[in-house]
């Protein structure tokens, strides 16, 4: 039976970036709506899905993104402690809302923020249960969704668990850190998003999710630190509000205090599920507890999973590449560098796959040798392992202290570090064509940061780090271009 057709907005957010290629899989033809499609760009599902340029607030850029849709699901929201969010939200949400009952759209499905609009709710909160009222005037049955802290590797919620509890042995604690929650496993949030079409008695619902238990932020704290091996002490003082706390978080973890801030205040209230709504539509869903949820989030990091968040982060041309980006993205501190390379794909790759063992690496190889014993005086693997082949690479195998996690011809190269770090490293290189017959190189380090440790360890060396990184990729570039001539020689030959 052929699904129809569903549109997303919201699809370069944490949320929907992730329920698109879950609706693919499921069937589901998908359209993407987008201010900037060129965001969307490099994403794995960006070639089996219909994108449109469109904004919530202008309407008359939506008409012809709703021509034939019969769901909409609305993951638009700001989080951010401006003065006229609400407004904008609201706005938005009317405005689409309109639009999609002109359109004929048979359902909205909007996921909103769980609480009881019976108390003094935050004005985030507040918003995000306006919003859905404001969906709902459009007429069009609407499916609200209402959650609290979602768990899950690069949701803000759960990455600002996961750096508070990583990076301080010892937690100041105010009053909101003891409000009650329900934290919700992302997988399970979007098996609800998901299903919901199929089920007609969900349309016009607000249905409460959560997980399978009711927790005060402390109790994540710790149970984070559980799940990691770790001893946490939190420290319960009278006063520190949520504008304080969130400049802390600010100071303590690369969340901004602007959204911290909503996130915070969020806690003052009391976050659970509190009718049965979710089990009566949902039967055979059945949310995870909060630590099997953390495993499955930091899986992301300590596993293959997180190759999902490398392929989306790549650049794309030339013209969008800074020649190094220093960022953090799902809890992964990352380190770019981009070069354009007057040689052929296959020229950069074995400039890069011809890396190590006798050979060595190109730029203050003496560097790279001395980390090496300094590795081995530790207990490490150290720098003697060499190589199997001068020139080619098999995934699994050793090249120094380094392991090959994955090889693609012409393509790319990932190394996996196995000398001893306070966390777990990568080193990734790509050789990516361009229209001119030229080649981008990328160059990325990938450090997931194990504690305060880990973390000193990263800034502690950055410098030093800098400088072989940087003259490893104009030594590759050269190379790569050297390769070149002797091939173009070769053949001319």
Same mark, same amino acid.
């Given at each position: @039976?052929?699904?129809?057709?569903? @549109?997303?907005?919201? +699809? !370069? ?16 033809? *998908? #359209? ?21 340029? %469109? ?83 459009? %007429? ?8 609290? !802290? ?52 969900? +349309? ?66 009391? !976050? ?21 949820? *953390? ?54 790759? #074995?400039?890069? !796959?011809?890396?190590? %063992?006798? #050979? ?106 800098? @400088? ?26």
């Amino acid at each position: @039976m052929e699904r129809p057709l569903v @549109m997303v907005t919201g +699809a !370069t957010g944490y949320v929907g970036g992730r329920l698109v290629p879950r609706l693919l899989d499921e069937g589901y033809p *998908v #359209r993407v709506l987008a201010r900037d499609p060129s965001r969307l760009l490099g994403r794995s599902w960006s070639d089996r899905v219909e994108v449109v340029e %469109g904004d919530a607030l202008k309407e008359e850029t939506l008409s012809a993104a709703m021509e034939g849709v019969s769901t909409v699901y609305y993951l638009i929201h700001s989080m951010s402690s401006s003065a006229d969010f609400q407004r904008r939200d609201l706005e938005a949400a009317r405005r689409l809302g309109r639009v999609a009952a002109a359109a004929g759209v048979r359902r909205i499905i909007y996921l909103g923020g769980l609480g009881d609009p019976a108390t003094a709710l935050s004005a985030h909160l507040r918003s995000r249960q306006e919003t859905g009222a404001a969906l709902r005037e459009s %007429g069009v049955p609407v499916t609200e969704f209402r959650a609290a !802290t979602i768990v899950g590797s690069g949701s803000v919620s759960f990455e600002m668990i996961r750096y508070l509890t990583e990076r301080l042995p010892v937690m100041i604690c105010p009053r909101w850190v003891f409000a009650r929650d329900q934290p919700i496993a992302i997988r399970d949030v979007l098996s609800y998003l998901i299903d919901a079409p199929g089920v007609p008695e969900s +349309a016009g619902q607000i249905v409460e999710i959560g997980g399978s238990q009711v927790l005060t932020y402390a109790e994540m704290l710790k149970g984070y630190a559980r799940v990691r091996g770790m001893q946490r002490f939190l420290l319960p003082v009278p006063v520190l509000t949520p504008r304080l706390s969130a400049y802390w978080v600010h100071l303590v973890t690369p969340i901004p205090s602007s959204i911290a801030y909503p996130l915070i205040d969020g806690l003052r209230s009391e !976050t659970v599920v509190r009718d049965d709504s979710a089990s009566r539509l949902f039967p055979y869903i059945r949310p995870i507890d909060y630590e099997t949820a *953390v495993r499955l989030a930091l899986e992301r990091l300590e596993t293959g999973h997180v190759e999902t968040a490398w392929s989306g982060a790549l650049a794309t041309s030339q013209g969008d590449v800074l020649p190094v980006t220093l960022t953090h993205e799902e809890g992964i501190i990352l380190e770019r560098r981009h070069l354009k390379v007057d040689a052929s794909p296959e020229a950069v790759f #074995r400039s890069f !796959t011809g890396l190590g %063992g006798t #050979r060595g690496w190109l730029y203050a190889n003496w560097l790279w040798v001395l980390r090496g014993e300094l590795d081995r005086l530790v207990g490490g693997v150290g720098f003697r392992r060499g190589r199997r082949h001068p020139d080619e690479v098999h995934p699994g195998e050793a090249l120094d202290f380094w392991r090959v996690e994955a090889v693609e011809p012409n393509r790319l190269l990932r190394l996996r570090a196995e000398m001893r770090v306070p966390g777990r490293a990568w080193l990734q290189f790509e050789s990516e064509p361009q229209a001119d017959g030229s080649t981008l190189l990328h160059q990325t380090a990938y450090f997931v940061p194990k504690g305060l440790s880990g973390l000193a360890y990263w800034y502690i060396l950055y410098p030093i780090h800098s @400088m072989i990184f940087s003259g490893l990729i104009l030594k590759l570039a050269r190379r790569a271009e050297s390769i070149g001539r002797s091939c173009g020689a070769a053949s001319g030959d």
